[in-house]
């Protein structure tokens, strides 16, 4: 039996983007794998009144559970209203590599869906996406497509080098495929190694605004947008960690983009970064502590201090769940 994600409370991503790309802010998109992770995030965007889509990976529905990551997204609907702000909620599959996936993600409640295909050829990137979006839009669920390789690791694919959007593709990707939104490769990466020490790490931002040329107002995600904020690897370093050379995209440009098209901004790393700094403190500091609400409370406290910081001084959603 198939559930309507309307029936969970939760929201696509259509008005969102509308609002973000008017309003010149981005829609923040949170990896979650468990309830800790959760319960920041919603607890940091109720308090920041930002809307927010919550994202399932691959990885996370192995590790978590499809059908109980979906309750959890369920009840997080309702745990917003709880806490007196029922922020629009959307639950987004990250990094969906097939239809039946995305199909799955579909019937089963959730309300977005990325059907990255940018590994692929060009014409079957298209020809996939198309057979997705055709799909999904029966469900009025929106559907995230991309163009050019991100370098890094995307669950199991590692990617040497970038391969950047080719604006001249973007149109007619677009208009092939139906999607609701592009993501793109401008030089974010994923994961908590992004550039060479030494260097002085910068996104495309020309390439962006000539995509936004070709395709005015349609709205354009970044994946690997994690910051790795230093203070926090200093932490992690600190308390026995071992992170060389760890660093992410400047706040500061990632503000720049959400100037532009650019409505979506995905992070996932730097959680895993505050999760683990706070957990290394306590192990370390209290080392006879063995409860884990001990160490996992302390970690989520982190999690919402990053998302609320990340909703309010880096993508500007905050102030905008009522838009
Ligand atoms: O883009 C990748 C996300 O950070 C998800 O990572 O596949 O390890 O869950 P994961
Ligand atoms: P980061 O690894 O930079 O957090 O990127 C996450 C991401 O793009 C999820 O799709
Ligand atoms: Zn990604």
Redesign the pocket.
Known sequence: MSTHYTQLGLVNTRAMFDKAVDGGYAIP?Y?FNNMEQLQAIIMACVEEDSPVIL?V?SGARKYANQTLLRYMAQGAVEYAAELGNPIPICLHL??GDTFELCKSCIDMGFSSVMIDGSQHPYEKNVELTAQVVEYAHKFDVTVEGELGVLAGIEDDVQAEKHVYTQPDEVEDFVKKTGVDSLAISIG?????F?FKPGTDPKIRLDILHEIEKRIPRFPIVL????SVPQDIVAEINQFGGKLKDAI?ISEEQLRLATKSAVCKI?????GRLAMTGAIRRVFVEKPAEFDPRKYLGPARQALKDLYKHKCRTVLGSAGHAKD
């Open positions: 998109a990896n994202q990976s990250d990094h974010t990466s994923h994961g908590a992004k994946h690997g947008s994690s992410g995905n992070i996932d790393s730097d």
